[in-house]
Nanobody, 115 residues
Framework: VQLQASGGGLVQTGGSLRLACAASGIMFNVNSMGWYRQVPGNHRELVARMTWGGTTYYADSVKGRFAISRDNAKSTVYLQMNMLKPEDTAVYYC??????????WGQGTQVTVSS
């Protein structure tokens, strides 16, 4: 299994980033895929999810600012993040929803929003 997240970086408050996650070794087309984030010392939280059929869910903290999408042909899930805030600073991971039962998590990508 591989879940390779990319696209993070340093951005100012109000800026935008687009994350991408290429998956392999999973049945991507039939799984709900999600973006999670984690701040050191906190639990990992789900911020966005998209079912195989395209239904989306967003955490209240990101609703209206983030948009998840997926390309099943490329086994890739994206997260467009707009109007970023300092509290969005975290390591962002993609995984299935619920997460892969083996407990596997990819490397994640760091997003830092400066005030």
């Amino acid at each position: 299994v591989q879940l390779q997240a990319s696209g993070g970086g340093l951005v100012q408050t109000g800026g935008s980033l687009r994350l991408a996650c290429a998956a392999s070794g999973i049945m991507f087309n039939v799984n709900s895929m999600g973006w999670y984030r984690q701040v050191p010392g906190n639990h990992r939280e789900l911020v966005a999810r998209m079912t195989w059929g395209g239904t989306t869910y967003y955490a209240d903290s990101v609703k209206g600012r983030f948009a998840i999408s997926r390309d099943n042909a490329k086994s890739t899930v994206y997260l467009q993040m707009n109007m970023l805030k300092p509290e969005d600073t975290a390591v962002y991971y993609c995984n299935t929803v619920p997460p892969i039962s083996s407990g596997f998590w990819g490397q994640g990508t760091q997003v830092t929003v400066s005030s």
